[in-house]
Each structure stands twice: as C-alpha cells, then as structure tokens.
C-alpha cells in the first residue's frame, strides 16, 4: 500500500516537470480574475485589453528557463559522471635532445632525358 503512494507520487513528479508548461496555463485560467486586477503589468490601461496575458507570457519564459537550465545542469552533471576528476596530474615534458645532421651536397642534375626528348628536325 505505502510503496503504491509512493510510485504514484514519483509518477506524478516524473510528468509534473515534463508538463510545467501546462501548469503555468492552468493556474492562470484559474486565476486569470485575480491576475488581470492584481498582478497585470498593463493594469492601469485597461484600453490595451491586456487582461492579465503579459503576465502570463513572464511566467511562461520563466518556467522555458527553468527547464532549460535544469537541461544544462543534467548535462554537466552527465560528464561530471563519464568522466571523474582523477587525483593525478600528468605534465608533458619535451625531450631535450637535439638531432643535428651534416648537410649534404645537392646532386647533380642527371641528362638522360635528352636523349629521349629532343626537338623534332625540320627538313628544308
């Protein structure tokens, strides 16, 4: 009995963060009198018909921030997890010998390829 509380209220706590959205909607039909008269940022021009809507689209860039920041901080703490801090410290030292080479003469061109390709010989 008591374990069937619990999964119900996990349940409930699993969709309730899926669905924020909705409940920003819910509660301001709810109270959209109050809203409208007490919390409206346009309350004193009634001329806009703004009735309490600016109010909502706040609250509603609130809860997109929210989750998205809930995002990011699933996301760190995935990496956190994949890949632990380790206590040891590795430092790359360059290697401190130097190679030094004797310079070689360059080579000589080579002509066999004028054997081969010459101009061809004009017959006057």
């Given at each position: ?37 007490n919390l ?85």
């Amino acid at each position: 009995m008591f374990t069937r509380i619990i999964s119900i209220c996990l349940l409930f706590a699993l969709f309730g963060s899926g669905f924020s959205r909705f409940f920003v909607y819910v509660g301001f039909e709810l109270n959209s009198k109050y809203i409208a008269e007490n919390l409206c940022v346009n309350r004193s021009r009634p001329m806009m018909h703004c009735n309490g809507k600016c109010y909502l689209m706040n609250k509603l860039r609130q809860a997109d921030e929210k989750e998205k920041k809930q995002q990011r901080e699933s996301l760190r703490s995935s990496y956190q997890e994949g890949m632990p801090a380790s206590a040891f410290q590795f430092t790359f030292i360059r290697p401190v010998i130097n190679f030094s080479y004797p310079k070689q003469p360059v080579p000589g061109i080579i002509h066999r390829a004028t054997k081969f390709f010459q101009p061809p010989k004009l017959s006057v």
